[in-house]
C-alpha cells in the first residue's frame, strides 16, 4: 500500500481564492508529480521534481505553482482560484533508478471545485 | 505518432468471459511497461508491471510484444468487480523520469 496523503480530499471554494493542496509522502522517493483529471477524461502532468529544491513544469499548462522544500512534502498552490479549475488534482511518487524505481503510486486525490 | 495508444473502449463483456487489450508505444528503447487500474473518481493503482516477455498474476497476464511494440492486458473469468479503466504505463523517449500514461481502456463486465 502505498504512503503518499493528499488534503483536502474535497475542498469548495470561491473564485479569486488562494488555495493550497497538500501532499505528503512517506517513502522516501526523490520524485514527486502533480497530475490533472477530469472525470472520465485522461491524466495530465502540470508539475513534478527530482527532489529537493528542484520543480518544474509538465505537460499541460496550468497556473498553478508547487514547491520542494523537503523531500517527504510537494504542495501546490493556486493564488487565485477560478471556475476552470474545477477537477481533481492527483499527487504521485516514484524512487530513483531503473525497473520498478519507476513504478507511480497516486495519492486519493483532491477533489477541487471553484464557484 | 503518440507515444502511448490504447483503445478507449469500453468494451462490454458478460461475466466469466476473457477480454484482451493492447497497448502500442513508440519508444523502441522502452524497458519497463505497466498496466494500472483505476476505478470510477478514484485514484490509479499499479496493477502489473511487465519487465521482459509477460507477466502473469492470477487471471491477470501482461505481454510485451518488442517486435511490434505493444503490451498487452488479459483477463480471465471477468468478475463484475473488474469493471474500471485500464492505463497503460509507458517510459518517455526523453531522459526524464515523467512516466506516459495512455487515455486507458475502459471495460465493463455485465451479470
Known amino acids: 500500500e502505498a504512503d503518499i496523503y493528499q488534503t483536502p480530499r474535497y475542498l469548495v471554494i470561491g473564485t479569486g481564492k488562494k488555495i493550497t493542496l497538500e501532499c505528503s509522502q512517506t517513502?522516501?522517493?526523490?520524485?514527486m508529480y502533480w497530475y490533472q483529471q477530469d472525470p472520465g477524461m485522461e491524466l495530465h502532468l502540470i508539475h513534478y521534481?527530482?527532489?529537493?529544491?528542484?520543480?518544474e513544469k509538465g505537460d499541460l499548462s496550468s497556473e498553478s505553482t508547487v514547491s520542494r522544500i523537503r523531500t517527504e512534502h510537494f504542495p501546490l498552490t493556486l493564488e487565485s482560484a477560478r471556475p476552470s479549475h474545477t477537477s481533481q488534482y492527483l499527487c504521485?511518487?516514484?524512487?530513483?533508478?531503473?525497473?520498478?524505481?519507476?513504478?507511480?503510486?497516486f495519492g486519493e486525490g483532491s477533489w477541487l471545485t471553484v464557484v | 505518432r503518440k507515444e502511448v495508444e490504447q483503445d478507449p473502449g469500453p468494451f462490454n463483456v458478460p461475466e466469466g468471459a476473457t477480454v484482451a487489450f493492447n497497448c502500442t508505444y513508440s519508444?523502441?528503447?522502452?524497458?519497463?511497461f505497466f498496466w494500472y487500474r483505476q476505478d470510477c473518481r478514484k485514484e490509479p493503482k499499479l496493477l502489473m508491471s511487465?519487465?521482459?516477455s509477460g507477466n502473469e498474476d492470477g487471471r491477470f497476464t501482461a505481454q510485451l510484444n518488442r517486435a511490434s511494440q505493444y503490451i498487452s492486458l488479459l483477463i480471465r473469468d471477468s468478475k463484475l468487480s473488474d469493471s474500471a479503466t485500464y492505463l497503460c504505463?509507458?517510459?518517455?523517449?526523453?531522459?526524464?523520469?515523467?512516466?506516459?500514461f495512455g487515455s486507458g481502456t475502459r471495460l465493463l463486465v455485465r451479470p
Open positions: 504521485a511518487s516514484s524512487e530513483t533508478g531503473q525497473g520498478s524505481g519507476n513504478t507511480i503510486y
Open positions: 519508444n523502441s528503447a522502452s524497458q519497463s
Open positions: 517513502m522516501g522517493h526523490d520524485k
Open positions: 511487465v519487465y521482459s
Open positions: 521534481s527530482y527532489g529537493v529544491n528542484s520543480t
Open positions: 504505463v509507458v517510459p518517455p523517449m526523453d531522459s526524464s523520469y515523467k512516466l506516459i
